[in-house]
């Protein structure tokens, strides 16, 4: 069984601090997708990384693969109250099923 | 805009009373899948379609059911609904299986509530 480890699980920062986000396995994906997630919706994709050692940007979110394809960084600067959110990282096996991390949930205060 | 559509957005039932929810996509992508989300808790896959292929998870209880009866449409059936069976339930789809390259797309979710 696929195992990823997500951490923190939660996270209050104060507006215009910066964090990050891990995501770490043993285990090998062929890519891991980001998502974000509100009360009372389903996940939104941000991004998808598939290569190791891989640097995605969005605006203020800089996503990396590690060279491994074992773990992977989220890491926001400046963070907004519109950050706010539960974070998802999610590895794909060979087969296209998404392992879920546990999720950590951010909460930015003006 | 393509997208996934899950109805109702808040279900409520009785205890073992049986209840269906209902997922569309005009997205024409091949796989559809089903997850259960508890309170903060990541979603957990109960089984997913490619086509009319049926793949159940091994731990999703017989209780649950699904029905596929074309590409756009995917059924949740609960049989008799425990007070344990409360949850989000998110309906997700892909263009297919095996490459790397697929990603997921995610509807808003179905809340049901059990009473």
């Known amino acids: 069984t696929q195992l990823l480890e997500q951490s923190p699980q939660f996270l209050s920062i104060q507006e215009g601090e910066n964090l990050t986000v891990y995501c770490n396995s043993s285990?090998?994906?062929?890519?891991l997708q980001w998502y974000r997630q509100e009360p009372g919706e389903g996940p939104v994709l941000l991004v998808t990384?598939?290569?190791?050692?891989e640097v995605k940007k969005l605006k203020r979110l800089t996503f990396q693969f590690g060279d491994a394809r074992k773990d992977s960084s989220l890491h926001i600067t400046a963070a907004q109250p519109g950050d706010t959110g539960l974070y998802l990282c999610?590895?794909?096996?060979?087969?296209?099923?998404?392992?879920f991390g546990g999720g950590t949930r951010l909460m930015v205060k003006p | 805009d393509a997208m996934v559509i899950q109805n109702p957005r808040y279900q409520v039932t009785q205890f073992g009373k049986p209840v269906t929810l209902s997922c569309s996509q005009t997205?024409?992508?091949?796989?559809m899948y089903w997850y259960q989300q508890k309170s903060s808790q990541a979603p957990k896959l109960l089984f997913h379609?490619?086509?009319?292929?049926?793949?159940n998870e091994a731990d999703t209880p017989d209780n649950f059911q699904s029905r596929r009866p074309n590409t756009s449409f995917c059924f949740l059936d609960i049989r008799s609904p425990g007070l344990g069976d409360a949850a989000m339930y998110l309906c997700?789809?892909?263009?297919?299986?095996?490459?790397?390259?697929?990603?997921?797309?995610f509807g808003p979710g179905t809340r049901l509530t059990v009473l």
């Open positions: 997700a789809t892909s263009r297919g299986l095996g490459s790397r390259y697929n990603e997921q797309f």
């Open positions: 285990s090998v994906f062929s890519s």
């Open positions: 990384v598939v290569t190791g050692g």
């Open positions: 999610a590895g794909k096996n060979a087969g296209n099923m998404l392992t």
């Open positions: 997205l024409n992508h091949n796989v």
């Open positions: 379609y490619y086509d009319k292929d049926f793949n």
